[in-house]
Structures are given as C-alpha cells and as structure tokens.
C-alpha cells in the first residue's frame, strides 16, 4: 500500500511535503530550525539579517565548511557579519545553496553574485553568472560592465576578454562615447594595453586626453598637464604616440601638455634620427584585427560614369584596406554596371593571404524595390585582390525610372558591402 506523504502535518507551522527539494526550500523561505545568521551589506548601507542552516550550507561550500565545521568555527551566538556583499547578491547564493537556482539574477546584481560565488567557493554559480552575463554583452553595454569586468577577471576571465573583444572590433565608435570617460584607470588600462584595437592612436590620444579631463573634474581638481598626467598614471604609457604623425604629435599631446617636452623630442628623435633614444612608449603598431566590415558607396550620379573605375573610400579589416570599385562596362553586347569588392594587400609583404565572405548590395531609392544583392567568397591575395561581377546589372534595368534604383532627384546610386574576413596570412 501506497503512503501519501502530504496528508498530515508536522506541527502548526511546518507541513509536511513530499519532495526534497521543496523541503529544503521551505527552511530557506521560512527559517525554521535555522541556526545561523549573517547580518549583510554594511559597506552598501543597506544592512539586511538572512537566516539559514550551517550543515546546509557547509554541505554545498568549503568555505562555509571550513567556517562552520573547521578547527577554528565561527560564533554564531550573533549574526555574522559579511559587510562588503549586497544583501541580493547574497540572497542568490542562499537561493543557490538551497535550491540550485537563482531567482533574480540581473545586470544589476549580477557581478556581486559573480563574486560572492568565487568567494564561498561555488563554482557552478560562477558558470552560470559567466554563461548570463556574455549572453547580454553588446556594444551598447560594455563599458557599463567594464569595471566589473576587471575586478573580476580572476573568477570569470571569458567576461573581460569579451568585453575587450567587443572594444577592440568597435571601429572608432567606442572613443567619442560618453561611458568611455566614465570608466575607471585599471579599465582604461586594460582598453590600452591591447594590441587589437581597431582605431587609429591619434583618435585613442584625443579621448585619453578627453578621460582624464573628465577625471580631473571628478575629482574636483584643475584639468592642469600635471594632474592629468596624475590620474592617468600608467595609462599615459600604454599610448602610443610613436605612431603618430609628426603633425598629430605637435598639434595633440604635446601642445595640449600631455607629454612633457622632452617626452616629445624623444619621440622626434626615435622617429628622425639615426641614433634612436630608448622611450618609455611602445613603437609597435595595433593589429587592426577588426574581422567584419560594412563599406558603403554613393555615386554622385551615375550619368558620369565611364568606363574607368571609381573607388570608395578604404576600410580597415584584419589589417587590410578594402575598398567598393565600379565601372560602366560598355564593351559587352550588353552594357552593365560592373560592381567588385578590392583589396589593395598589406604594405611590406608579397605573399598575403585572406579569405573573404561578402554580400555585394545594390540598395534601391524606392522602399518597395527589393535590393540587388550577390554573395561572394574568395580568397584575396596580390594576384587576386578583387571580386564581384562584370555583369552585376545591366545598364538598361539599372537606368529604368520604374525600377527605382537610381534617386530621380540627383541620379545617384548607393551601393554597400558586408564583409566577413578570416585571418590574414603572410605578413612579414
């Protein structure tokens, strides 16, 4: 015979359930035969008292094992104090602890979780507040979780590296941002120290500079070349200001007092003269490894094209510079709009290499009209360092007002290229 375990009860406040884990979860929401307190987030301000069960928790941690069960174990006549942790982030380790789940893990509670699961030893949370956290990453947000990120690189170092890829792929966008002055000195350290960053050093130089103004004021202190130097400390070395130009270096850091003058004639030097003085700055280019790219074409009117090549302006993808080139090819029986992606190679090598997926795009004026589009994967070398087609669309169809490829009020034309780039090799 069957017995059914929820038909009686254990006492006034205690029902009897049927399953474990809803038992242990019951001690947890209810605190009965709880015998430890932890009085937590004194440092936050928000003092909050949890209740719970020592061979509960020492069961599921070492930390707490060693605490509760050890040679030395804690008092627990009074609450344990635990003053640097958030009282939700310790409410997602007690939730953890006791029923393998957390319940409102969130950008907001997340790194405090993150740490306060390395700290009592739970490494299945910190997967799961690693696993959380790089699905949210974007663009948009890693600067806000950069700081974060830093100070828990040690327990969850796939964040960091995540957020540091996503900076280093983000053209020069992340340097005009407004969160990228509001990031702290070892954050702005670990951005500088990459060599992967796709912008070029003048554009770093300016929005360093931009940081420690911004930290200056934070401080309540004179934006002074003395005290921006200060704040920088030694971010200031991780800039490069070997690789700027002569004019870049004159007009930037050292007429805004960021180097000091004998800083900046030994750059000079290094860059001119034929006995090179030792400089405290790296002289070694950035990889500009950025692998994917978007490179848009208008053609001013395309009444005006010729049988000569126009070119867009190059973008910069895995240290290459690729660039859109079109021509009116009126050779053919059928005169066509002739439509390639180009790559130009790595300045110094003969032998380079790079495989390419693109999407060559015709984007029409009028919304209904579909965009033209074709797909092209090569491998891009010196002796092949263009593809697309000769044939893309014929002269007449591009030219029909009713298609609406061409803008009626100007004649021009928008073309545009998604590309995808695998590592280059070759380069010397």
Request: aromatic letters at 8%.
């Amino acid at each position: 015979m069957s017995q059914n375990l929820t038909q009686s009860s254990g006492g006034e406040n205690h029902p009897v359930v049927a399953k474990i884990g809803d038992c242990v979860k019951h001690l947890l929401d209810s605190g009965d035969m709880s015998d430890v307190q932890f009085a937590v987030g004194r440092d936050q301000g928000i003092v909050k008292i949890f209740s719970a069960h020592r061979i509960i928790l020492g069961a599921r941690s070492a930390v707490f094992h060693n605490m509760f069960y050890g040679s030395l174990p804690e008092n627990c006549t009074n609450p344990i104090n635990i003053p640097d942790v958030h009282p939700d982030a310790f409410a997602n380790i007690l939730s953890y602890i006791y029923t393998d789940a957390v319940k409102s893990l969130n950008l907001d509670n997340l790194f405090g979780t993150l740490g306060c699961a390395d700290k009592y030893d739970l490494p299945l949370l910190v997967v799961m507040c690693t696993d959380f956290i790089l699905a949210e990453l974007s663009i948009d947000n890693c600067l806000d979780v950069l700081d974060s990120a830093v100070h828990c690189a040690v327990a969850a170092p796939s964040i960091l590296e995540k957020c540091l890829c996503l900076i280093d792929e983000s053209a020069e966008a992340i340097w005009v941002s407004e969160k990228f002055c509001a990031i702290g000195q070892e954050a702005l350290c670990a951005i500088l120290q990459r060599d992967t960053l796709t912008a070029n050093e003048d554009i770093i130089c300016l929005a360093v500079n931009e940081w420690a103004v911004n930290m200056c004021a934070r401080r309540d202190i004179d934006a002074t070349s003395a005290n921006r130097r200060e704040v920088l400390g030694r971010a200031l070395f991780l800039i490069r200001f070997p690789l700027l130009t002569d004019a870049q270096l004159l007009d930037g850091p050292a007429d805004s007092g960021l180097l000091l003058q004998s800083e900046g004639w030994d750059i000079y030097r290094y860059k001119h003269a034929t006995t090179k003085p030792r400089l405290s700055f790296c002289t070694e280019p950035r990889q500009n490894v950025r692998a994917e790219g978007v490179i848009n074409y208008t053609i001013p009117d395309i009444r005006e094209l010729r049988k000569a090549a126009l070119y867009s302006d190059p973008v910069n993808v895995r240290k290459l510079l690729w660039n859109i080139a079109v021509n009116k090819n009126i050779d053919r029986e059928v005169p066509a709009l002739g439509f390639y992606l180009q790559c130009d190679g790595y300045a110094g090598s003969d032998s380079w290499a790079c495989q390419v997926a693109a999407e060559l795009c015709l984007l029409p004026w009028k919304p209904e009209t579909p965009p033209v589009k074709k797909q092209v994967s090569k491998l891009f070398n010196k002796n092949a360092h263009s593809k697309g087609s000769s044939k893309y669309i014929s002269m007449e169809e591009l030219l029909d007002p009713a298609k609406g490829y061409i803008n009626p009020t100007d004649f021009s034309l928008r073309l545009q290229i998604q590309m995808i780039a695998d590592l280059p090799t070759g380069f010397k």
